[in-house]
């Protein structure tokens, strides 16, 4: 009988579901269970005392949700202030990213000596780990033995007294030029494959018909780099939206009020305040905005194509 | 074309100061590096007074560095090896099977890389903590295992999206002709697509290993002394009250330079894998 039931299985139609069933397996596991628990926890109290027992922690109903998005109570406050931060952030580094990442593709998208080595040494912040950049701007950045100052103050003469870089307001500066640093790249790396896609005859057609360089830059360049730009500006605000790396790295769990990112907020309400239930409503939330902004992304993107 | 005497200027106006922005991060890891502790502490020195290794000896006993890196290195590789092989078997079904739910999962796949990791973070966590009470023994909580499971969580989906681009731009008539042949499904993954692909999984393999290498967020928050990575290691190492910066700096360059250069080797292939999937869309 088993002979005639194997006999029977379509393997056409089985096989792709066997192929992917261990990353379907592992997709439950890693990222469909934790985040219909991370839902979960946004709605129950889970404060220290229930972490190691989380069954038991008590329900809060939408409470977390009051409380992180109350305004007027400090927690409420300090979440908006967060935000105000994170999006200026973001705004601030995507955009100046996008900018040096295309002007660099731009000046090495033709053959000459220096190209080479030049592509190579742009790329070098990209591939070295997070970390170690930021630990080297942060040494950088020091007030009293880094080379900033020394720079600034003391060769430029362009302060009176060295001022501080990770505190106060300076900090903000310093988190979007260090976010910066290790993020145009990639774009660089976005624009510079996209513009290879690009034609050489458009650019000799236009060339014949006297348009200038910068003539083809505007019309040829920018208009058909159009489709990887939007992606490529999507893709960096979604992940320079949640940075972490950077701030934790430069300021530790105790960011100046200027430069507190939102996904620092969120780790220390869990890890240094210990309150999850808090900390998971702020992911939730932060998870809604950022859908909110690929949603509203794909409707413009779709009526700009039509 | 491109070659007016303005745009040449302008060539070097945007070059100069974008590769002096690249370059002084790196010229301090590497002088700071070379110098003695006392050319650290006061103001900064242009270039090293007393040029000396000593800082590449002293980082393997003012913390324990050695066990960093092999931590770092024993989770990196596994995540590595896990998403690979998951990705091959997934990105094959979606490269070359039309089948009911295929939309669906390449949909959450996408999405899921897109979503930041704090979001997994949390739950994980209380996860782990919950499952080890239960069981009784540190399974999860504060070691490489749990580590591993997070790691998973950023370098499995990219792995499948990357690797099933790959594989879409390997001609079907090669394994339809195999199969035509006889083999089985399997037979011409491995025989015929995988040969072809290994430019491919070398730049997806090196790639899921050096973000794993430089992740800081799921190992802050999940590992203990002993099982500290080097990304927690050098970020707390960095944070004391007095700071050993020619020692953070020499160590910060001894950890980056094999994920540099092994970027640098497969250059080619790593773009064109990370560029595949937007330029197409």
């Given at each position: 009988m088993s002979r005639r039931l194997a006999g029977r299985v379509n393997w056409n139609k089985v096989t792709p579901y066997l192929l992917i069933l261990p990353a379907i397996l592992f997709e439950l596991l890693i990222h469909v269970t934790p985040m219909i628990v991370g839902v979960w926890m946004s709605f129950v109290n889970l404060t220290r005392f229930f972490i190691t027992n989380w069954l038991a922690a008590p329900v809060a109903g939408f409470a977390n949700y009051s409380i992180v998005l109350n305004f007027d109570k400090p927690l409420g406050r300090q979440l908006a202030q967060s935000f105000g931060v994170t999006l200026a952030f973001a705004v601030l580094t995507v955009g100046l990213s996008f900018i040096l990442g295309t002007l660099a593709a731009i000046v090495l998208q033709r053959q000459f000596r220096a190209r080479g080595p030049l592509r190579t040494l742009f790329l070098i912040p990209y591939a070295l780990p997070a970390y170690a950049g930021i630990i080297t701007w942060k040494f950088m950045l020091q007030r009293d033995n880094g080379l900033i100052n020394q720079l600034l103050v003391n060769d430029l003469h362009l302060f009176d007294q060295a001022p501080f870089w990770l505190i106060g307001d300076n900090a903000f500066v310093s988190l979007v030029v260090v976010s910066i640093w290790h993020q145009w790249p990639f774009a660089f790396l976005m624009t510079m494959a996209g513009m290879q896609s690009i034609p050489d005859e458009l650019y000799e057609a236009a060339a014949i018909d006297g348009a200038s360089v910068w003539r083809q830059i505007r019309h040829i360049t920018f208009g058909m780099m159009r489709p990887v730009n939007t992606v490529l500006v999507l893709l960096l605000?979604?992940?320079?939206?949640?940075e972490f790396n950077t701030p934790f790295v430069l300021f530790g769990s105790a960011p100046a009020k200027s430069a507190n990112l939102l996904v620092v907020t969120i780790y220390n309400s869990s890890f240094i305040q210990w309150n999850f239930g808090l900390g998971a409503a702020m992911s939730v939330l932060l998870m809604v905005f950022l859908i909110l902004v690929s949603a509203l992304w794909a409707l413009w993107n779709r009526r700009v194509h039509n | 074309m491109f070659e007016t005497k303005g745009f040449k200027v302008f060539r070097w106006v945007v070059l100069i100061p974008l590769a002096l922005f690249v370059l002084v991060p790196l010229y301090t890891m590497i002088t700071s590096a070379l110098k003695p502790m006392r050319d650290v502490l006061g103001t900064f020195q242009w270039l090293p007074a007393h040029p000396t290794f000593q800082p590449f000896a002293d980082i393997w006993t003012t913390v324990p560095l050695g066990r960093y890196f092999a931590n770092s290195l024993f989770v990196s590789v596994i995540?590595?090896?896990?998403?690979?092989?998951i990705a091959i078997f997934a990105s094959y079904a979606i490269s070359r099977y039309r089948f009911r739910g295929r939309g669906a999962f390449s949909g959450v796949v996408l999405a899921t890389q897109m979503f930041p990791g704090v979001l997994f973070l949390l739950p994980l966590f209380i996860i782990f903590v919950n499952l080890d009470r239960l069981a009784g023994a540190h399974l999860f909580y504060q070691t490489r295992l749990g580590l591993i499971v997070t790691y998973l969580t950023f370098t499995l989906p990219f792995s499948i999206y990357m690797l099933s681009g790959y594989f879409d731009g390997i001609p079907r008539d090669l394994d339809e002709a195999a199969r035509v042949d006889g083999t089985s499904a399997l037979g011409a993954l491995f025989r015929v697509v995988l040969p072809s692909a290994r430019p491919g999984i070398i730049a997806v393999a090196v790639y899921s290993f050096m973000t794993a290498w430089g992740?800081?967020?799921?190992?802050?928050?999940?590992?203990?002394?002993?099982?500290?990575?080097?990304?927690?290691?050098?970020?707390a190492y960095s944070s004391e009250v007095n700071v050993y910066w020619n020692q953070v700096m020499a160590a910060s360059l001894v950890v980056s330079v094999p994920v540099v250069v092994g970027f640098l080797?497969?250059?080619r292939y790593l773009v064109a894998g990370l560029t595949a999937g937007a330029v197409k869309a």
């Open positions: 605000f979604l992940w320079t939206f949640r | 995540a590595m090896v896990c998403s690979v092989i992740e800081l967020l799921f190992a802050s928050a999940l590992t203990n002394a002993q099982t500290r990575t080097l990304s927690v290691g050098l970020q080797v497969l250059q």
